[in-house]
């Protein structure tokens, strides 16, 4: 055994579960026995976890565990009339080569089981939300309650995609495989897609105790690089080098103490200079056209990342970027963000007005992070008793604790 278990143990889990849950589909074929095996893993892992501590190879016990509880459902239920299929998994969970790559992490046949299941859950006859959020849900392991934020629906909603998406690969029987080289371009927008949410929800956590899920953020940045190498599409390397230029300031978003710093507060001899290096130069690569939504995000992130101080940075042109933006993707968030920019290029009122185009889309008003830029900016502009009510506003919609801390020492202050 590894280190000593603690509160830490279920976030071990999560972070190892997904490579649990791909090496069991592909092992068996079966997605909903294999996710519910996973899940049983887990209930295991909290009563032994806590007493006997983390294992030393986590990912390899979560699905030996898994694998077993799949067994043991199979024998109770293969006898039975239509549970035919179970017995063809079960066949499948018993092969040799399934043990070694359990024990090693190598797959005998090469190839990467996560990067499969993605591919697999994009595959064009579901609509771009169903895999979006099956592949949130299966490979990023994130619940219904933290996809349903991120697309800002409500969570019924999600699961119905959910399941729907997982009878549909069943029913259609669709392979579990990385799609040939004219099949890849169909897929590439939802693969995009959950690779930069994924790493959102790494970046900024939703909910929990911390700001950042550095090994989440991690995994989609290792799963963008494959993709970039597979597809070096230029908005396939575009995601890249945004990703990269995001997770260059992790460091640096946090205080010694765990509490959130903004990016005017950083420390930027934190960032990680390597990564921010290898970003510009992908994106110096790329040709001046087209421009796709991650290319105009990357350059966003540069912008940042290249400039030596919060005032330093180019507003106006951040600006014209969000409005290049905008006109490829005008969401609300992608408005909300527009906002902010202008806010620091003309004034915290040009702001303010900008805030007001991007509610009016009616989708913001549970959204943490809109009444927290709109509480600062009214306190910018000196409307403290508006500026408190949006701060409690954002305090009562947010998950995150470290968000939460942050948002009532502003309270505070005011």
């Known amino acids: 055994m590894g280190v000593t ?3 830490d143990s279920a976030e071990v889990f999560r972070r190892e579960s997904a490579r649990a849950v791909a090496t069991l589909i592909k092992a068996s074929g079966d997605w909903d026995l294999a996710e519910d095996a996973v ?21 390899a016990w979560i699905t030996t565990t898994a694998r077993r509880k799949m067994l043991d459902r199979i024998r109770r239920e293969a006898g039975r009339a239509g549970k035919e299929r179970l017995a063809v998994a079960g066949a499948r969970l018993v092969a040799p080569a399934l043990d070694e790559h359990i024990a090693t992490g190598r797959e005998p046949s090469g190839g990467d089981d996560r990067l499969r299941l993605m591919f697999t859950c994009c595959h064009p006859t579901l609509s771009e939300s169903a895999q979006v959020a099956l592949t949130l849900r299966l490979l990023g ?16 909603t999600v699961a119905q995609r959910i399941v729907r998406a997982k009878r549909k690969i069943r029913d259609a029987h669709i392979p579990y495989r990385i799609p040939s080289a004219t099949e890849l371009g169909q897929r590439l927008d939802a693969v995009a897609a959950v690779l930069y949410l994924l790493f959102n929800e790494g970046y900024a956590t939703a909910s929990g105790t911390e700001l950042v899920r550095v090994e989440m953020a991690d995994e989609a940045i ?24 995001q997770h260059a300031r992790r460091a640096a978003r946090v205080d010694e103490d765990g509490e959130l710093v903004t990016l005017a507060a950083q420390d930027r ?5 390597a990564a921010i290096a290898e970003a510009t130069a992908l994106l110096a690569a790329l040709p001046s056209a087209p421009r796709g939504f991650y290319r105009v995000q ?5 912008a940042h990342a290249t400039s030596i101080s919060a005032d330093d940075t180019d507003w106006p042109r951040v600006v014209e970027l969000y409005d290049e933006l905008v006109s490829l993707r005008p969401t609300s968030v ?12 003309s004034g915290p009122l040009a702001g303010l007005a900008a805030l007001r185009d991007a509610e009016s889309g009616g989708d913001l008003a549970d ?12 306190a910018r502009a000196g409307r403290r008793d508006e500026s408190v009510d949006a701060f409690r506003r954002a305090l009562a919609l947010t998950a995150n604790d470290v968000e939460r801390r942050h948002l009532e020492r502003r309270l505070r202050a005011l």
């Not at 990357?298 to 540069?302: F, G, H, P, S």
């Not at 959204?367 to 009214?378: Q, T």
């Open 367 to 378: 959204y943490h992070l809109f009444h927290a830029a709109r509480a600062e900016l009214l």
């Open 269 to 273: 001899t934190r960032w990680d200079k």
């Open 39 to 59: 899940q049983e893993a887990f209930v295991v892992a909290l009563d032994r976890w806590p007493v006997d501590g983390v294992p030393d190879n986590p990912g």
């Open 334 to 345: 992608v408005l909300l963000n527009r906002a902010v920019a202008v806010a620091e290029a």
């Open 141 to 156: 392991g994130l619940t219904t309650t933290e996809i349903a934020r991120a697309f800002l629906v409500p969570e019924a």
């Open 5 to 7: 278990a603690s509160a």
């Open 222 to 245: 290792r799963l963008a690089r494959l993709l970039a190498a597979l597809l070096p599409d230029a908005e396939c390397v575009a995601l890249l080098a945004l990703l990269l230029l």
């Open 298 to 302: 990357a350059d966003i992130a540069a």
